[in-house]
Structure formats: C-alpha cells, structure tokens
T-cell receptor, first 110, second 115 residues
Framework: GQQVMQIPQYQHVQEGEDFTTYCNSS?????IQWYKQRPGGHPVFLIQLVKSGEVKKQKRLTFQFGEAKKNSSLHITATQTTDVGTYFC??????????FGSGTRLSIRP | EAQVTQNPRYLITVTGKKLTVTCSQNMNHEYMSWYRQDPGLGLRQIYY???????DKGDVPEGYKVSRKEKRNFPLILESPSPNQTSLYFC??????????????FGPGTRLTVL
C-alpha cells in the first residue's frame, strides 16, 4: 500500500541552527499537508501544498513540494525554543484518504 | 469556541472490558476520523466518516467500531480491548468530505492503557 516516509526521526539542534525534515511518498500525491505537535499536545495544521514545485513560506518556515509530487520538505531557519515539537507531513492520495508520515521530533539546546 | 472534544482524556482499563471514547465537534464539519498514534509510527487512521450514517475503514480498523448517528458525534468503540490497543487516540474533523484537501482539526487526545 501507499507509504509516506519521513526522515530524520529525531533532530537535536543548537538554538539558532537550521532544521530540515523530509517526506517521500511511494506514489504521486494530490497534495501534502504539514502539521506540528507540541509535546503533550495534538497535531495542529501548518500548511498545505498542492502544485508541483510549490514553495510556501511562513516567517522562518519554508515548505516545498517536489516537481514529481512525491516528496516534500520543511525547513526552519534559525530555530527557536518555541519550534520544539514533532513535525508531521501528511500526503493526500485520494479525496478521502490521507497518509501521515512517522514524524520528526525536533529538540533544541538553548 | 470552535473545537473538537474527546472524553475521557485518560483511561486505564483491563483486557476485554468494553469501552467507548466519545468525540464531538461543534463546527458542523462533514468528515470525521479516528487516529491512533504510536511511537515511531506516526498517526494511523482507524476509521473515518464522510457523513451521517457513512463510515469506512482506515488503515488499522481491526478491533474497533464506530458509528455516526449525528453529524457532530463520532464515538470510537472497543468491544473487547487488548493490550496492543494501548495507544494515544485522536479524533479529527474536516469541513468538507475531501479530507485530503481540507484542514483537519484534532481533538486533545485520549491516552488509553489496556492492562
């Protein structure tokens, strides 16, 4: 069946360093969503990408959707302690189906 | 306040004792779903519902039941819980039925332990 792989599983960075997480799908996606889950919290929607090659920015966060619509990345510039949490990608394969990646847990040394 | 609520938030039970986790949303959303979250596995969909009286299996439906008698409620039922159903459960809702292109709003989660 369809899989969405996400790497790395963990990332520990010094505050101020950059962070990137990657998602790869075994099949072409209709779209991809990104969520953030703070420790002890629930997933919260960040953004959705739909078009091939699309790039969107939210302040220090940059989201990319690959040309083949099979991969995506989230890059955080100059991490802050408020960025701590687990970041999930979720790929849409059909109108009613979405597959989550396993998540990347980001921790930060102040 | 627009929200998805789940009850209970924490539950410890024993093998075989039927339980229900309730989920309710006040946003008049069409689509609702249940996920379980386990370390290293991310969020896996258990069941989803595109409308009242319409439910379908997700990726890991074994051992679970759901119902959608009203638009706002989507309870998750474990008829005979087993220890491998120990997990963190999230209910989510989406405005339209096309969940893959709509934002999902998650409830606060229910941490279930089956002894």
């Amino acid at each position: 069946g369809q899989q969405v792989m996400q790497i790395p599983q963990y990332q520990h960075v010094q505050e101020g360093e950059d962070f990137t997480t990657y998602c790869n799908s075994s099949t072409t996606l209709s779209n991809i969503q990104w969520y953030k889950q703070r420790p002890g919290g629930h997933p919260v929607f960040l953004i959705q990408l739909v078009k091939s090659g699309e790039v969107k920015k939210q302040k220090r966060l940059t989201f990319q959707f690959g040309e083949a619509k099979k991969n995506s990345s989230l890059h955080i510039t100059a991490t802050q302690t408020t960025d701590v949490g687990t970041y999930f990608c979720a790929g849409g394969s059909s109108a009613s189906k979405i597959i989550f990646g396993s998540g990347t847990r980001l921790s930060i040394r102040p | 306040e627009a929200q998805v609520t789940q009850n209970p938030r924490y539950l410890i039970t024993v093998t075989g004792k039927k339980l229900t986790v309730t989920c309710s949303q006040n946003m008049n959303h069409e689509y609702m779903s249940w996920y379980r979250q386990d370390p290293g596995l991310g969020l896996r969909q258990i069941y989803y519902s595109m409308n009242v009286e319409v439910t379908d299996k997700g990726d890991v439906p074994e051992g679970y039941k759901v119902s959608r008698k009203e638009k706002r409620n989507f309870p998750l039922i474990l008829e005979s819980p087993s220890p491998n159903q120990t997990s963190l459960y999230f209910c989510a809702s989406t405005p339209g039925w096309a969940t893959s292109t709509d934002t999902q709003y998650f409830g606060p989660g229910t941490r279930l332990t089956v002894l």
